[in-house]
């Protein structure tokens, strides 16, 4: 039972470019959501789903999108990087049998120049 | 939406110290988890605990919805014990029980030798 994984652990884009981060649990969870966490701030609500082949915004959307195909994935697309969306971002993930505790993934450090 | 805040911003413990981090929020809530973020950057839950008391070893978290706050206790601090304390709490406006959480800023402890 791996729990919350996250791929890659690390990045460098230059202003412009395209990617997409990977989220996958193996617990079953129906809830999973995307964070991210600069300096100072705390964590921020990017996106969420709520079941598989749904979507919903969090707090902070803009320059964002989210699929989540499959229950046990969950992907976060930056389709034209800016320096502002420099940060970690974590995944998480809750289910019915964990009440709405949540559980989260090990951070992706991204870094846009 | 509902606001977080936790106190104080910074703490620095000799080692064998006690001592209490404070969350204050601004709305009755359904979910309050305290996290450790450690050194490494992961987030580790250590309560989940919406009212009540509980204990894990040295840690002990209270919670009083009534009165809007929760504390967490570290007791016998150790080294391992440094990091980043998140207090995150779930206010449900939709009703549709998505299970969203707002972060305070963290209180960054540091336990000297």
């Known amino acids: 039972n791996a729990g919350v994984t996250q791929t890659p652990k690390f990045r460098v884009l230059k202003t412009g470019q395209s990617m997409t981060l990977l989220c996958a649990q193996d617990m079953n969870h129906e809830y999973m959501y995307w964070y991210r966490q600069d300096p100072g701030m705390g964590l921020r609500l990017i996106h969420y789903?709520?079941?598989?082949?749904?979507?919903a915004k969090g707090e902070v959307p803009d320059g964002y999108n989210v699929s989540r195909l499959k229950k046990q994935n969950f992907l976060l697309g930056l389709e034209s990087a800016a320096p502002s969306q420099t940060s970690v971002y974590f995944c998480?993930?809750?289910?019915?049998?964990?009440?709405?505790?949540?559980?989260f993934g090990p951070g992706t450090r991204l870094t846009v120049t | 939406g509902i606001q977080v805040e936790q106190s104080p911003p910074d703490l620095i413990l000799q080692e064998g110290a006690n001592s209490t981090l404070r969350c204050n929020f601004s709305?009755?809530?359904?979910?309050l988890q305290w996290f450790h973020q450690n050194p490494w950057g992961q987030l580790i839950n250590l309560f989940y605990?919406?009212?009540g008391t509980k204990q894990n070893g040295r840690l002990s978290a209270t919670t009083v919805a009534t009165e809007r706050y929760s504390l967490l206790y570290i007791s016998s601090s150790q080294t391992t014990d440094s990091g980043v304390y998140f207090c995150?709490?779930?206010?449900?406006?939709?009703?549709?029980?998505?299970?969203?959480?707002?972060f305070g800023k963290g209180t960054k402890l540091s336990v000297i030798p």
């Open positions: 709305d009755s809530v359904n979910n």
């Open positions: 789903s709520v079941g598989e082949g749904t979507t």
């Open positions: 998480a993930s809750t289910g019915w049998q964990e009440g709405n505790e949540q559980y």
């Open positions: 605990i919406p009212s």
């Open positions: 995150a709490v779930e206010r449900d406006n939709s009703g549709a029980g998505s299970y969203q959480l707002t």
